[in-house]
């Protein structure tokens, strides 16, 4: 199994301030046909559904404001959200889905300092 | 804009079967494949298995050929049946679409326990 290590589990980030969070994947995750990273970013509030945010390691999914961004070298992966506003407060956790069983990072609680 | 709401029993006693609806509203189940994933209480989320117009396939190892998931076209729902619970099928439950290759559309989940 394609082990996730996310990092870190907890983040508190000033208003206005970047945040950034990164995964670490056991193997590579890149599709050797269409060379996408199979590496997801969701965002995750309370008594809300997850919300995708990022694919394919750096495709931001329509509607996801331009602050939050992913990016990939190798098997580490990244997302970074440029200027963290208060709504940013959530859980985020990243997803592998190149192959079976489809694997997840632990999850990082990101607060404002 | 898609919506999933997953319903069921919120207790289910050891040994007995856990069984799951995912209702979806705002599109089709046709043409997608459907996820159902749990996350246990203080571990990570947990990918237990999927449908595509009734293929389907389990992949978590702990599931053990205990899950069976179906689709209901005419009433636009995805169900899980998960047989023989134990407390380690404790867990909130998330029902999910496919979008292509991406894990797009998620329901709120439902919280499961298995006890007696």
């Known amino acids: 199994d394609i082990v996730i290590t996310q990092s870190p589990d907890s983040l508190a980030v000033s208003l206005g301030e970047r945040a950034t969070i990164t995964c670490k994947s056991s193997?590579?995750?890149?599709?050797?046909?269409?060379?996408?990273?199979?590496l997801s970013w969701y965002q995750h509030k309370p008594g809300q559904p997850p919300r995708l945010l990022i694919y394919?390691?750096?495709t931001r999914e329509s509607g996801v404001p331009d602050r939050f961004s992913g990016s990939a070298s190798g098997t580490d992966f990244t997302l970074t959200i440029s200027s963290l506003q208060a709504e940013d407060v959530a859980i985020y956790f990243c997803?592998?889905?190149?192959?079976?069983?489809?694997?997840f990072g632990q999850g990082t609680k990101l607060e404002i300092k | 804009q898609v919506r999933l709401q997953e319903s069921g029993p919120g207790l289910v006693k050891p040994s007995e079967t856990l069984s799951l609806t995912c209702t979806v509203s705002?599109?089709?189940?046709?043409?997608?494949?459907w996820g159902w994933l749990r996350q246990p209480p203080g571990k990570r989320l947990q990918y237990i298995g999927d449908?595509?117009?009734?293929?389907?396939?389990d992949y978590y190892p702990f599931i053990n050929n205990r899950l069976a998931i179906s689709v209901d076209t005419s009433k636009n729902q995805v169900s899980l049946r998960l047989n023989s619970v134990t407390t380690a099928d404790t867990a909130l439950y998330y029902c999910?679409?496919?979008?292509?290759?991406?894990?797009?559309?998620w329901g709120r989940g439902i919280l499961v326990t298995v006890s007696s």
């Open positions: 394919w390691a750096s």
């Open positions: 999910a679409r496919w979008r292509g290759d991406i894990l797009a559309d």
């Open positions: 997803l592998q889905h190149i192959s079976a069983p489809y694997t």
């Open positions: 449908i595509y117009f009734g293929a389907d396939r």
């Open positions: 705002g599109g089709s189940i046709s043409g997608h494949y």
């Open positions: 193997q590579s995750v890149l599709h050797n046909s269409n060379k996408h990273h199979y």
